[in-house]
């Protein structure tokens, strides 16, 4: 079971979101963490393959990840530089999908905070990208096949059919024959508050300052008193 961690993130937040999330999410190695950002320096694990650097140019950095990344991996996990990850409850997520007959090779299967508010539309539901998204190396597989034929008849190397990258990747997705796309409520769009079962959570959303980081980090050390050292 290897997962690469896939972190979108930009110019403005190198020395501050990135640093904080490094320090905290990725504390323990760095190896399969791959921060796709404004410029190339995999001394820093920063890739980069052409795209602009702004928030409407998000989808392209995203497509250009799936055009050119190459990579081998069983799991991908792809996440915003604001989003706080428990790595090891992820890492044993995914070995309970494999445990329960989830072979990442073989199944399309695509997890995380799933949004439904635009399903009566030709847009459909997807997943939340800031609250993270689990998807198997077949969903991976399957999207690079894709763009590869859209390349051949279109002579582009994909299309982004939305300004948000959620919405592209969920259409990206659409046409995978048997895809399970699965809703959890164990990833969160916003930082973590009483209730949310901070216990179990694999991800926030929304962090902002360097003490949210490290307020997430001593919630996920502190277990089974998350819920009421959130309460005080």
Do not use: N
Request: charged share 25%; glycine share 8%.
């Amino acid at each position: 079971m290897r997962v690469a961690y896939i972190v979108f993130t930009c110019q403005a937040y190198l020395g501050t979101r990135v640093v904080w999330q490094k320090a905290t999410v990725f504390a323990s190695g760095m190896d399969d963490v791959y921060y796709i950002g404004p410029h190339a320096d995999v001394s820093e694990r920063l890739y980069h393959w052409g795209a602009e650097d702004d928030y409407k140019s998000l989808p392209y950095k995203m497509g250009d990840f799936f055009r050119a990344s190459g990579l081998d991996y069983d799991w991908y996990f792809i996440m915003d530089d604001d989003t706080y990850l428990y790595r090891d409850r992820l890492e044993r997520r995914v070995q309970e999908l494999e445990a329960s007959g989830v072979h990442p090779r073989e199944v399309a299967y695509m997890e995380g905070c799933l949004l439904t508010h635009l399903a009566h539309t030709g847009w459909g539901v997807y997943h939340s990208g800031g609250a993270g998204t689990l998807i198997s190396a077949r969903v991976y597989d399957e999207i690079r096949r894709s763009f590869l034929a859209f390349r051949d008849v279109h002579h582009a190397p994909y299309w982004c059919p939305h300004w948000c990258a959620d919405i592209c990747l969920g259409q990206w997705t659409a046409p995978i024959t048997g895809l399970r796309r699965v809703h959890s409520d164990r990833y969160h769009t916003d930082p973590a508050k009483a209730g949310d079962g901070v216990a179990e959570a694999i991800t926030f959303h929304h962090l902002r300052r360097r003490e949210d980081y490290y307020a997430h980090q001593y919630l996920g050390m502190s277990a089974g008193d998350a819920e009421s050292l959130l309460r005080l």
